[in-house]
């Protein structure tokens, strides 16, 4: 009888990645994702090449073509360009790093995966044959190790580790989207920017983000965020909000908004408090964590393992989880093809210090894209 297939947790960037190497390797994998269809995620992201170039093997793709097809600004014959001059200072531009669309990226890495949307995880037990995965009361599969990586929120971190908590860093961080017709976005956008798709402006320590989603035929979309550190009484810092409140905007943000002086275009238009109470605008918490080397290495000895979010999560700003994660399922699918599946804390041990150093230099990344002398504790 074959061995039961490895089952992934979670169709993001880590269990995309894994999955698909894994299948590369032929070694049958299996991605249980709670939502009901692929998720349509149009927006940017920074990409390095120390994430995406040991993929490029397993995906048959060179640099250039796997750039040329996931560029935000593709649809251009852009490659999502990034300047150092046009960033924060604490801000990766190495050559070969470019603004990918998450959505086309994710499209690509769920080619010919054995997907299972609307299975939600509950929880795991052990089994003379291995993993038993409950998913509802009445249904279940078996697994041979289980590999939780369903993001920041991890129902696997959850269930199997609930320790682990997340921290909620002091920034006060609002995101928002808005659409141009590409005339629009001549006139107003194009003279600035250039061949661009990502800048940024700092007035003291508030970070201003434009950034490029996605051109079409039509319409251009961007991707616009405030950001700057919690003050010591502060109505916008909400760190205890639930999930569901990501939406519920005070108005003291748009008073700070109008409070903003002197920005140049096109920061002048994308930041006018008029127009933003127009736009879908969510609150983010800028969240890290890191399990325990002692909790991860004794999940690892029943067969789970968490990668990604799931275990080492970076803010939104400043943190690269996106990369990390990428790199995360390209490396345990390799140590798996060289070593089986019988040992996983040999790959927690040999990982763990670069996890916590991935989410330090995360924190202190977003401190000093800020402006800020010190890192907090």
Not at 49 to 56: D, E, G, I, S, T
Not at 197 to 202: F, L, N, P, S
Request: aromatic residues 6%; negative net charge; glycine residues 8%.
């Amino acid at each position: 009888m074959p061995p039961n297939p490895i089952t992934i947790v979670g169709a993001g960037l880590a269990g995309l990645t894994l999955g698909r190497c894994l299948k590369q390797h032929g070694i049958a994998a299996v991605v249980l994702e709670k939502l009901s269809a692929p998720p349509s995620h149009n927006y940017g992201l920074t990409l390095h090449p120390w994430a995406f170039q040991p993929l490029l093997k397993i995906l048959q793709m060179d640099h250039g073509h796997f750039q040329e097809r996931l560029a935000v600004d593709s649809m251009q014959q852009g490659i999502g360009e990034m300047f150092a001059g046009a960033m924060a200072p604490a801000v990766s531009t190495n050559p070969g790093t470019f603004r990918c669309h998450r959505g086309r990226l994710e499209k690509l890495l769920q080619e010919g995966q054995d997907i299972r949307w609307g299975h939600t995880f509950q929880h795991v037990t052990a089994s003379s044959q291995g993993l038993v995965v409950q998913l509802t009361p009445t249904k279940s599969l078996e697994a041979e190790i289980l590999i939780g990586t369903d993001g920041v929120h991890s129902q696997v971190r959850k269930s199997l580790a609930p320790n682990i908590r997340l921290k909620v860093l002091p920034f006060v961080v609002f995101n928002g989207k808005r659409q141009f017709t590409k005339t629009e976005y001549q006139e107003m956008f194009e003279s600035k920017l250039g061949t661009r798709t990502i800048i940024h402006d700092r007035h003291d320590d508030i970070l201003l983000e434009i950034s490029i989603n996605e051109y079409t035929s039509n319409h251009v979309e961007i991707s616009y965020t405030y950001s700057r550190p919690a003050r010591e009484i502060d109505a916008l810092h909400k760190p205890d909000r639930a999930t569901s409140g990501a939406t519920d905007i005070p108005d003291e943000f748009y008073n700070e908004l109008e409070d903003l002086k002197d920005l140049q275009q096109p920061f002048n238009d994308v930041f006018d408090a008029a127009k933003v109470r127009k736009d879908r605008v969510l609150h983010w918490l800028m969240r890290s964590s890191l399990g325990g080397s002692a909790e991860v290495d004794h999940l690892a000895k029943q067969g789970v393992l968490l990668i990604g979010d799931a275990v080492h999560a970076m803010p939104i700003l400043g943190g690269e989880g996106a990369n990390n994660a990428m790199k995360d399922g390209v490396d345990l699918a390799q140590h798996i093809v060289d070593h089986g599946t019988g040992n996983l804390q040999d790959f927690t041990n040999a990982r763990y210090q670069r996890w916590k150093d991935g989410v330090e230099e995360s924190e202190k990344r977003l401190v000093e894209m800020h402006g800020l002398a010190k890192a907090f504790s």
